[in-house]
């Protein structure tokens, strides 16, 4: 069972948009710590989508953005593309486990 | 170019050892903190330790404290990952990451393309 909480499936068509969410609780997510994002494509390492809740790393397309309030974070894909089919994982820290990064369980992202 | 190699990974028997290694290129290494990252075949990722830039500061999952040594020798730009009694739970892909520079509890900005560790018999 994961600390951070996300949707095991997401699909959407090509064009249209989808949100991943990312529920967590007070001693991560709720505390302030941030969220970060990877997207793993099939058979390959993660990739940082998203870090600091909102931001992009350079070559990352401005299709993904992030968001974070309360005990929850989100990961929006506008425009979706066949490329995005991929595993997303958000990312943060639990000040109730000392030194513990945490990751959600991963959502299976499949373009229709 | 940033870069993360590992090896040592392979095939050992429950209860054994081995020694997993990350080079590092393309970057001041001895500047950023590092991170392990495994994955079960199938499953999600799994955070499994943290060490500062100096090496003076370390973190373990509770799933391998005890078990687990994480060491770095920035004079050879390398990242270390000594597993010992193995148990068949710990096999999974293990990725080196590099934290992110600006947002101190982000795994990684880079990831190695990881290395297969298999615990049976």
Known sequence: QSVLTQPPSVSGAPGQRVTISCTGSSSNIGAGYDVHWYQQLPGTAPKLLIYGNSNRPSGVPDRFSGSKSGTSASLAITGLQAEDEADYYCQSYDSSLSGWRVFGGGTKLTVL | ?121
Do not use: H
């Open chain 2, 1 to 121: 170019e940033v870069q993360l190699v590992e090896s040592g990974g392979g095939l050992v028997q429950p209860g054994g050892s081995l020694r997993l290694s990350c080079a590092a290129s393309g970057f001041t290494f001895s500047s950023y903190e590092m991170n392990w990252v495994r994955q079960a075949p199938g499953k999600g990722l799994e955070w499994v330790s943290y060490i500062s830039s100096s090496g003076s500061t370390i973190y373990y999952a509770d799933s391998v404290k005890g078990r687990f040594t994480i060491s770095r020798d920035n004079a050879k730009n390398s990242l270390y990952l000594q597993m010992n009694s193995l148990r068949a739970e710990d096999t999974a892909v293990y990725y080196c990451a590099r934290s992110i520079r600006t947002a101190a509890t982000g795994v990684g900005d880079y990831w190695g393309q990881g290395t297969l560790v298999t615990v049976s018999s």
